[in-house]
């Protein structure tokens, strides 16, 4: 079966030529799937009843079922539970801000880089999502809400850049005009730093927001967060993001997890100036969410805000990112791990 969600018009095109059908017909199924967001062959009906029939026998139309939707109290933050064909489960997150509608999306279902304080990464990593599955999470929330999506960001379960070549596809289809048309500028990848790739995605010289995740100011210290710093060193990916930022001329966001009496002391905040100093970029901090199955705990509230003064003294620039949605297990991989937990003991 072709994955047609997956396909860009030009693909599209040449598999209706390939069906007998005419080209136009591929733009007006393009539109269906992208444009007016319809996932059922039945419903496009300015297709003839003769190409539905072929399109049923030889296309997957993906459309991932919502199993469960928690909607936050506190600030309408809605996490999502969809189901994929296959029965895996994945997670996303629509986040209201003044600004417009945010969604977070998975990239993979689990993950295989086992940063120490993720709950996406415990149980590895079963399989990357295809293009279509990527896509359809910002769908299904769009047609949940009601509500168009303005941003997207790359940051739910899973290591975008370790699922490249869907990752691309994803955001050409995204970004197309003829789909959600979705500005590039609107868009954020995070990645725990795999160096070539990073290096890779640069020559796409695209116009998307690069995040990486830091999280520690010195080697050693990531290292003992993040293998994947194991096989990268901290060097290595501080190279990888300079290229990036003259290859792309868009300023690298740092995320900085902060974990109490881990990374959020007086020194680490020196380091991370001396480190950062050089760069034009912008630092995230996250105060770290806990997961049960970890010992790390939260950074309190002075120390967070003390790290942010001492950036901002040296003239880089910082945020405190805000919490959303922690009444519904707001952090990467919670909702998934807490129902895959349940299914397990049944
Ligand atoms: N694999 C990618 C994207 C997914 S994780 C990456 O590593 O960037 C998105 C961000 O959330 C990363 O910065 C990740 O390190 C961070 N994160 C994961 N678990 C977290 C937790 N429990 N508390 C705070 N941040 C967390």
Redesign the pocket.
């Known amino acids: 079966m072709t994955d047609i969600k997956s396909l860009t018009l030009t693909e599209l095109q040449k598999e209706m030529e390939d069906l007998g059908e005419k080209k136009y017909r591929a733009k007006q199924l393009y539109g269906w799937m992208h444009e007016k967001l319809v996932d059922d062959f039945d419903q496009m009906t300015n297709l003839p009843k003769e190409l539905i029939a072929k399109l049923k026998e030889t296309c997957e139309l993906v459309r991932l079922v919502p199993v469960k939707v928690q909607v936050s109290k506190q600030d309408g933050t809605a996490k999502f539970l969809f189901q994929l064909s296959d029965g895996n489960v994945i997670e996303s997150v629509l986040m209201r801000y003044h600004h417009g509608n945010s969604v977070c999306i998975s ?1 993979q279902v689990g ?1 295989r ?1 086992g ?1 120490r ?4 990464t415990l149980g590895g990593l079963t399989r990357g999502l295809t293009a279509s599955e990527m896509l359809d999470q910002i769908y299904q929330i769009q047609k949940w809400s009601k509500e168009r999506v303005h941003n997207v960001v ?9 699922n490249y070549e869907a990752l691309l596809r994803f955001l050409t289809l995204l970004t197309d005009e003829g789909g959600l048309h979705i500005s590039q500028r609107n868009i954020t990848v ?4 795999i160096v070539p790739k990073i290096k890779e995605l640069a020559e796409e010289k695209l116009q998307i927001t690069l ?3 830091l ?1 520690a100011p010195t080697q050693e210290k990531r290292k003992s967060l ?1 293998p994947i710093a194991g096989k990268y060193d901290l060097s290595e990916v501080m190279e990888a993001c300079r290229y990036y930022f003259n290859k792309t001329g868009r300023r690298i966001t740092f ?1 900085y ?1 902060l974990v109490g009496g881990v990374n959020d002391t007086r020194e680490d905040a020196a380091s991370l100036i001396r480190l950062l100093k050089p760069l034009n970029c912008h630092v995230n901090l ?6 049960k199955e970890r010992e ?1 705990v939260e950074s309190n509230h002075e120390a967070v805000i003390n790290f942010k003064k001492s950036l901002e003294k040296s003239g880089i620039n910082a945020t405190i990112r805000r919490e959303l949605g922690r009444d519904i297990n707001g ?4 909702l998934r791990k807490s129902y895959m937990d349940r299914e397990e003991e049944r």
């Open positions: 990239s993950c880089m940063c304080f993720c709950a996406s790359v940051m739910g379960t899973g290591e975008p850049l370790d995070s990645t725990c730093g995040a990486l995740s999280h993040m995320e997890s996250i105060p770290v969410n806990p997961i790390y952090a990467c991989g919670q």
